[in-house]
């Protein structure tokens, strides 16, 4: 059976800088009625395993779990120095993981990085590939998956992703292959590219291990096009995410081809910026098409 961890979309930019303690966030996720959290590295604010174990041990208490790490990787930067200073970085987020995450799965997600107008498509994806499997040995060892989503944009980069649409990400992942490797798939990303999320899940449900839940529309005024057009640090003031089963995305299909290759991973939900109640309709929404589709009769 699936099973559902939430992600503070609401509360990320507060976390991230210190104004909201991580406890607090794990207080507020433990009435969501979900099974896990999915961090992200500046969410935490130091890395010695005192303070992992605090963080672990506050999850615990609260009968949850820390499968999903979000960590957001840049290796397109045409400098090599930074590429490897992102490879040590991104072993860091492997052992944190290792060190906070339950035995039975755990993962950092992986990306390629951001589209630079100087680094061309045969460069990034190369870039990408050597820098996955580098990492891949490693996360082996410590028994964490890297996953690899079809992302659109870190909120703390300039530039979309690179593998933002799906010929690109379809080339890296096919130059992969591990046990350790699978994908986190995004249905909304996929409409923000303006592919169709199913198109890509029918190619890689075989290689999925989790999953983002959300859904996406664009505000009022806005256009495709003003999304595509942003390249300035953040998220498009385009861009709008909304309850799970009240956008854009068809749960129903999506949850079916999941069946049908039984998924039994997590799935975080990436919604909530209107508030807690918000993030509990999209629990309580996943749940029940967990119960439809995964549940024997």
Wanted: glycine share 6%; hydrophobic share 40%.
């Amino acid at each position: 059976m699936p099973r559902i961890a939430v992600f503070p979309k609401a509360y990320m930019e507060a976390l991230s800088n210190g104004e909201m303690e991580l406890t607090d966030w794990i207080e507020k996720a433990a009435t969501l009625g979900a099974d896990g959290i999915e961090m992200y590295p500046l969410f935490l604010r130091q890395f010695d395993e005192s303070y992992l174990k605090a963080v672990a041990d506050k999850v615990t208490e609260n009968r949850m779990t820390i499968p999903m790490m979000c960590s957001s990787p840049d290796f397109t930067h045409p400098d090599p120095a930074f590429r490897a200073k992102q490879i040590i970085q991104m072993k860091r987020m492997i052992d944190v993981m290792a060190y906070i995450g339950p035995e039975d799965f755990r993962s950092c997600r992986v990306l390629s990085g951001q589209r630079r107008k100087e680094v061309s498509r045969a460069e990034g994806i190369r870039f990408t590939i050597e820098a996955i499997r580098e990492l891949l040995p490693y996360a082996e060892e410590k028994r964490v998956h890297l996953v690899m989503e079809n992302h659109y944009k870190d909120g703390f980069w300039v530039y979309p992703e690179f593998a933002q649409f799906m010929d690109v990400f379809l080339e890296i992942i096919a130059e992969i292959s591990s046990p350790w490797f699978g994908i986190n798939y995004d249905p909304s990303n996929a409409l923000v590219a303006g592919e169709d999320p199913l198109a890509l899940l029918e190619q890689v449900s075989s290689r999925v291990v989790t999953m983002h839940a959300s859904d996406r529309y664009l505000k009022d005024g806005f256009s495709w096009d003003a999304l595509k057009q942003h390249e300035t640090a953040g998220y498009s003031d385009a861009l709008a995410h909304g309850v799970i089963g009240q956008g854009m995305n068809d749960y129903d299909a999506i949850f079916k081809q999941l069946a049908s290759v039984n998924f039994d991973g997590w799935i975080s939900v990436e919604d909530g910026l209107n508030g807690l109640d918000e993030m509990r309709l999209s629990v309580t929404f996943l749940r029940q098409f967990i119960d439809k589709y995964f549940t024997s009769e």
